[in-house]
T-cell receptor, first 116, second 112 residues
Framework: GESVGLHLPTLSVQEGDNSIINCAYS??????FIWYKQESGKGPQFIID?????DKRQGQRVTVLLNKTVKHLSLQIAATQPGDSAVYFC???????????????FGQGTILTVHP | NAGVTQTPKFQVLKTGQSMTLQCAQD?????MYWYRQDPGMGLRLIYY???????DKGEVPNGYNVSRLNKREFSLRLESAAPSQTSVYFC???????????FGSGTRLTVV
């Protein structure tokens, strides 16, 4: 079946640097993508989402970029802080219609470590 | 507004015992989901309910059953627990198109 995957399993950065977490997806029918942050012992928390009719969306200190041509998604975190240390997951919804719509398929996650 | 509430937070079972994990949401979401997360891995879908009255298998349904009791509640049952079911279980809910996807805080289950 189709799946979402991540290029880098771990990422270490210095406090204040910008972080970029990448994700490749293979389901070309997916039209909705989400990034989640998961801290140790907690459930995933929504960070930002993007629909396939957009190629960029910005939030507070975070930006998601979507490149449908190469099926690539990235999460950029500006001025990374120690509190940003967590596992980051991308997820895709499998596209409109059919039984997969609304169900999310998750990547394995990238561990982000921010050093003071 | 509590979001998605899961109970219990922790549970230890002996092999062969049964239990039900409870999940409730107060966001008027139509769709609800059960995932499991194993160490160092992403979330895998066990079962989902697209709307009240319907349930469907996900990626890893074997050994589990679910009940969509009403729009708010979606329970996951282990009839005969096995050590392979040791995991963290997350319930989630969303609108039909996947918007508003929200997770509970998880149930850490150990089967010995």
């Amino acid at each position: 079946g189709e799946s979402v995957g991540l290029h880098l399993p771990t990422l270490s950065v210095q406090e204040g640097d910008n972080s970029i977490i990448n994700c490749a997806y293979s389901n070309s029918a997916s039209d909705y993508f989400i990034w989640y942050k998961q801290e140790s012992g907690k459930g995933p928390q929504f960070i930002i989402d993007i629909r396939s009719n957009m190629d960029k969306r910005q939030g507070q200190r975070v930006t998601v970029l979507l490149n449908k041509t190469v099926k690539h998604l990235s999460l950029q975190i500006a001025a990374t802080q120690p509190g940003d240390s967590a596992v980051y997951f991308c997820a895709e919804n499998g596209g409109a219609g059919g039984t997969s719509y609304g169900k999310l398929t998750f990547g394995q996650g990238t561990i982000l470590t921010v050093h003071p | 507004n509590a979001g998605v509430t899961q109970t219990p937070k922790f549970q230890v079972l002996k092999t062969g015992q049964s239990m039900t994990l409870q999940c409730a949401q107060d966001m008027n979401h139509n769709s609800m989901y059960w995932y499991r997360q194993d160490p160092g891995m992403g979330l895998r879908l066990i079962y989902y309910s697209a709307s009240e009255g319907t349930t469907d298998k996900g990626e890893v349904p074997n050994g589990y059953n679910v009940s969509r009791l009403n729009k708010r509640e979606f329970s996951l049952r282990l009839e005969s627990a096995a050590p392979s079911q040791t995991s963290v279980y997350f319930c989630a809910s969303s609108f039909e198109n996947g918007r508003g996807y929200t997770f509970g805080s998880g149930t850490r289950l150990t089967v010995v």
